[in-house]
């Protein structure tokens, strides 16, 4: 179903696309940025929650920095130095985080209008098209993203892409989760399980050192699930650094796969994380300052948490670290899913 979401300063109408499946969840999707605005999931006492953070209409998310829901491209996460090289050639890109460049490059996707190509009430399928030296990066790309949403409670995110010239890619979804509800305070009480032997160990600007470490005797453990708040005020590097959880795991194993979960006690819901990619960014809300959001919520620091999938950050510095290179007339294709349910007896 389509509704009005508003228009953009540009005067541009923005759309929300609500798909609905019979176990009673349901979910909203905005043509402004691909950005998944709403995830309502019945508690476990049948109360419809909403567990991500967001605003009400276009213009929250027009002026918003926080990328709430937001489809980030074409390289999510860092580019240590905002330079990089390919097929010999180096790239200049926007320096927007210190000399570093985060989540693409000022010129973000989530500000842009996309293109509706398909919708239904279990799908919504946008597109974009990122002309060559888009936000710096070489060869114009097509870029579908296609949300689904299952009646095994998963909202599947499709990401696919063939450049026409060798580029580097790597996109993923920035929401923030509450699965107290996204206007119900601090993540952490909440449990969250990462399976993940090890991490990739980031200087004091987020940019990764190469090193790879084990998670075993830190605070970055969550192979086994736990509070969120348990250790995250630790005297440990990443998390000075972080200033809470803010870093790239490297998830075991390979093709799709179970990545993460987190729950709930309050509400009994959880959502399990299921991905294709190598790596993903656990990110615990450290910088939401004060953010005002939907329905009047008022979001401050800590309440919420980002799974971002991904191939690890600054990959196109680091030989050893998957790449991101596309090559030309080849397919960029991933998928994640997150999976919900409000049973007690979870995991
Ligand atoms: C980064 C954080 C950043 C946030 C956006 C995350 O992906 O890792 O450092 O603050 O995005 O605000």
Redesign the pocket.
Known sequence: MRSDFGRTTKGEAASLYTLKNRGGMEIAVSDYGAVLVKVLIPDRDGNQQDVVLGYDDVAGYESGT??FGAAVGRIA?RIGGGTFELNGRTYALTQNDGQNTL?GGTDYFDKRMWKVEEADDSHVALKLYSPDGDQGFPGAVDIRVTYTLTEENEVKIHYYAVPEEDTILNLTN?SYFNLSGHASGSILDQEVMICADAYTRADAE?IPTGEIVPVEGTPMDFRSRKVVGREIEADYEALIFGQGY?HNWVLNGSGNRYAASMYSDKTGIEMKVYTDLPGM?F?TGN?IVQEKGKKGADYRRRQAA?F?TQYFPDAVHKEHFEGPVVRAGQAYDTVTTYQFSSQTSSV
Do not use: A, M, P, T
């Open positions: 926080l990328y996460n989540h920035h987020s803010d960014q990110y910088f980002c971002e």
